[in-house]
């Protein structure tokens, strides 16, 4: 049973290009949250989506940053016009609904040149 | 003021040791209290998971929490070199929320 998939690993974008990150949840886990965590920090909630709809997005700037969880395939963190102050890793956690227990992926670390 | 503060270390301690990492919050509504190990270039993983106060026991590891003073803490008893990496806390309000609040985290080494 394959845990929570993040691609790319890696990924360096040049200010100003658009930034993607998927991530595939759990086998039979249905709801995604996206975390963030500079250098030198905790963990920082963004969003929390379930299949095609956004439950709670507080913790999402509100500019240039989006989410999608679509019914078929991974979910989605998009960042348009990236700047400098977005290099960070983002983590992407699933779990059940109801569940307790939130399953971490290996992180995306994003550098902006 | 943060929600939650924890000593970013880093914490060095011989191989053997008992080991006490803590964090404090301000928030009265937080229920659910997590602690979480993650290794360098590695995702969270969830060590113990604990609701209101007392103390839960797992193998090495012991997690207290005391609502009252808003203080929670983990402790690592026979610490090995193989538990040296970042300890998170993290909290939440509500069970099955898993918007959760972390800790800074601290950098924790086991010499061998």
């Known amino acids: 049973n394959a845990g929570v998939m993040q691609n790319p690993r890696h990924l360096v974008r040049r200010r100003g290009q658009e930034a993607r990150l998927r991530c595939s949840p759990m086998?039979?886990?249905?709801?995604v949250y996206w975390y963030r965590q500079l250098p030198e920090e905790g963990l920082k909630f963004m969003v929390y989506?379930?299949?095609?709809?956004?439950?709670?997005e507080s913790g999402m700037p509100k500019e240039r940053f989006s989410a999608e969880f679509p019914k078929e395939g991974p979910s989605i963190l998009r960042i348009q016009q990236v700047v400098r102050g977005d290099s960070a890793a983002y983590f992407c956690?699933?779990?059940?609904?109801?569940?307790?227990?939130?399953?971490f992926g290996q992180g995306t670390r994003l550098t902006v040149v | 003021q943060k929600e939650v503060e924890q000593d970013p270390g880093p914490l060095s301690v011989p191989e053997g040791a008992i080991v006490s990492l803590n964090c404090t919050y301000s928030n009265s509504a937080f229920q659910y209290f997590m602690w979480y190990r993650q290794y360098s270039r590695k995702g969270p993983e969830l060590l113990m998971y604990?609701?209101?106060?007392g103390n839960k026991e797992d193998g090495r590891f012991t997690a207290q929490v005391d609502k009252s003073s808003k203080y929670i803490s983990l402790f690592i008893r026979d610490s090995q070199p193989s538990d040296s990496a970042t300890y998170l806390c993290?909290?939440?309000?509500?069970?099955?929320?898993?918007?959760?609040?972390f800790g800074q985290g601290t950098r924790l080494t086991i010499n061998p």
């Open positions: 989506l379930q299949k095609e709809n956004i439950i709670d």
């Open positions: 956690a699933s779990c059940l609904l109801g569940g307790t227990e939130a399953f």
């Open positions: 086998k039979g886990h249905s709801h």
């Open positions: 604990t609701y209101s106060s």
């Open positions: 993290a909290m939440t309000t509500r069970e099955g929320a898993q918007k959760l609040v």
